[in-house]
């Protein structure tokens, strides 16, 4: 499951009323249970993904499927993956895994603390190792920093510790939980330019807001701070603002994909949208040895009543 037992996790790092550790359902990962004043999250030690957050007397924010599998080294459809150190396929090696080894490695929890308003911290950390040096030939610290109240906070840590510089691409996965796709259009990439993926990666300019009428598989490129998933059938507002991120992907597969991908659920397309913090494509990352790189997203939900 992870490095440390279950019993370890939950005298080192739980919190009484706050932070839990369980097995996940088949008893082969560990997870990170968090409940406060606030909200409540679920955490997968593999891959350190959130795969749960909803605020008291609210819908889920967060989309985690129902044909979702728990089994060591398999992604785990839904949730928050981390996408890392490189965007979709491997630039020259296809036989690497998509979305880079991040998401399918086990983490350390290296902390946990209640905070003086009522919210919940934890930390997670992934360091290089033989099976990473085999996939990514560098030294690397990468750590996950969760903050969950009534607002939640990722910020996602990439430091060199090596002697040379590296490059890398990376998202945070978000796959966000929706009435129905065809009442939700996103906001906040008016006018920006995107790469199709579902038309071979041809360069367009988003015009209004995005709609999902298809499969949609897009990276906007050098996206400003803040996006926002209107959802009309659950009369509410999902924003997510984002720093140290210069491009936003946007997806849903639609019938035929999910049907291929075989762990979306039935039908369950329909009740999610991904509106992915990320630094892909034009936007990848350098970080010299000794300095480290910092990738935020601030999400939060408010009615469509209410006006910031």
Not at 92 to 119: I, S
Not at 125 to 134: R, V, Y
Request: net charge negative; with cysteine; glycine share 10%.
């Amino acid at each position: 499951m992870t490095d440390m037992p279950l019993e370890l996790l939950e005298r080192t790092f739980s919190i009484p009323g706050q932070v839990t550790f369980a097995a996940s359902p088949g008893g082969r990962l560990a997870l990170v249970r968090i409940e406060n004043a606030h909200a409540s999250a679920l955490i997968a030690l593999q891959g350190a993904q959130l795969l749960s957050y909803q605020t008291k007397g609210s819908a889920p924010v967060i989309w985690l499927s129902q044909g979702a599998t728990f089994t060591p080294g398999k992604a785990i459809r839904g949730g928050i993956p981390v996408c890392w150190p490189w965007f979709g396929p491997h630039g020259h090696d296809p036989f690497k895994p998509t979305h880079g080894f991040a998401r399918t490695l086990p983490w350390n929890v290296v902390e946990t603390q209640a905070l003086e308003r009522g919210g919940t911290f934890i930390a997670l950390k992934l360091i290089d190792s033989p099976k990473t040096q085999e996939l990514w030939s560098h030294a690397f610290q990468l750590q996950l920093e969760a903050t969950v109240g009534s607002e939640l906070v990722l910020e996602l840590v990439t430091r060199n510790t090596g002697s040379e510089t590296f490059t890398i691409g990376e998202a945070l996965h978000s796959y966000f939980h929706v009435s129905d796709i065809a009442k939700v259009k996103v906001l906040g990439l008016e006018g920006r330019s995107y790469i199709d993926k579902v038309d071979g990666g041809t360069r367009k300019t988003q015009a209004g807001a995005v709609v999902c009428e298809g499969e949609v598989d897009r990276v906007f490129l050098d996206t400003g701070p803040e996006s926002v998933i209107e959802d009309a059938g659950l009369k509410r507002r999902i924003r997510i603002v984002q720093s140290g991120s210069r491009a936003t992907v946007v997806w849903n597969p639609w019938r035929e994909k999910a049907e291929r991908l075989g762990d979306m659920g039935e039908n369950g397309y329909r009740g999610m949208i991904c509106v992915e913090t990320a630094n892909a494509a034009d936007f990848i990352v350098t970080v010299p040895p000794g300095e480290e790189h910092r990738m935020r997203a601030v999400i939060s939900s408010e009615g469509l009543e209410e006006r910031s």
